[in-house]
């Protein structure tokens, strides 16, 4: 302690630049405020790329992309470097795309449902329709 006091000098320099540096490398934090439209903008913005990038990591997608040439890494990259703008009207059309497979197996499915149906009904009695059946 008593060196401190013998030569004030010195450490009031140390004490000055080592404040001076301190404040010129660390900038002062600026505070503003934050809509809700701003925030539900950005994670529509976010949300939208990655619906792309999921669309883009499906199998059938991918091997679409491989028959066309594009490997799906360079697919990613081409989204990433996108605009908001245009990811947002390619995650809209990825809404709009038919859902499922052809309409030929949906048809099957549903006339073999059918047709169990009208079997058990016929079987139960409650119908006549095939003369096959024993009715019980």
């Known amino acids: 302690m008593h060196i401190f006091r013998s030569n004030p000098k ?8 080592v404040l001076f540096v301190f404040c010129v490398m ?3 934090a600026y505070a503003s ?3 809700t439209n701003e925030i539900i ?3 529509q913005q976010d949300y939208a790329r990655e619906k792309v990038n999921l669309f883009l990591d499906r199998a059938d997608v991918s091997r ?3 028959a066309y040439g594009v490997s799906s890494e360079m697919a ?3 989204v990433a470097s996108l605009t908001d703008a245009e990811v947002a009207r390619i995650s809209g059309q990825i809404d709009q795309l038919p859902a499922g497979g052809d309409i030929f197996s949906t048809l099957l499915i549903v006339s073999v449902v059918i047709f169990f149906v009208l079997l058990i ?3 139960l009695g409650l119908t006549d329709i095939f003369p096959f059946v024993k009715k019980y």
């Open 10 to 17: 010195p450490v009031a320099c140390f004490v000055t630049v």
């Open 26 to 28: 660390w900038n002062p």
């Open 33 to 35: 405020l934050v809509t």
């Open 41 to 43: 903008e950005m994670s």
């Open 64 to 66: 679409q992309l491989e």
């Open 76 to 78: 990613k990259l081409r």
């Open 121 to 123: 009904t016929d079987i």
